[in-house]
């Protein structure tokens, strides 16, 4: 069955970087696009990045210039670089798998489990 497994989350003080990772299994990574979300205490889970499956970006204007959304087709895994952390990015992050790139949660149809980001 369809798998998301995030990584990479983890304490850090402001100004610091965190690299989360995505490993996906039990289907063709490359056949489709995918996104990170995050939800911090208390508030509705944001569209953070998207990555269509040739590799154009898309950002949120809260982490533009500072989030970095790649993914490896040969790994199967999507990756989030995220430099000059503040401590409202504190979050869980997810990512999630959709055939064609949209802001809605409901246009994806498989999620990991999160990774925590904590920033102090």
């Known amino acids: 069955h369809v798998q998301l497994v995030e990584s990479g989350g983890g304490s850090v003080q402001a100004g610091g970087s965190l690299r989360l990772s995505c490993a996906a299994s039990a289907y063709t990574y490359s056949s489709y696009c995918m996104g990170w979300f995050r939800q911090a205490p208390g508030k509705g889970r944001e569209g953070v990045s998207t990555?269509?499956?040739?590799?154009?970006?898309g950002y949120a204007d809260s982490v533009k210039g500072r989030f970095t959304i790649s993914r490896d087709n040969a790994k199967n895994t999507l990756y989030l670089q995220l430099n000059s952390l503040k401590s409202e990015d504190t979050a869980m992050y997810y990512c999630?798998?959709?055939?064609?790139?949209?802001?809605?949660?409901?246009?994806?149809?498989?999620w990991g489990q999160g990774t925590q980001v904590t920033v102090s």
């Open positions: 990555i269509t499956r040739d590799g154009r970006a």
């Open positions: 999630a798998r959709t055939g064609v790139v949209v802001a809605a949660r409901s246009g994806y149809d498989y």
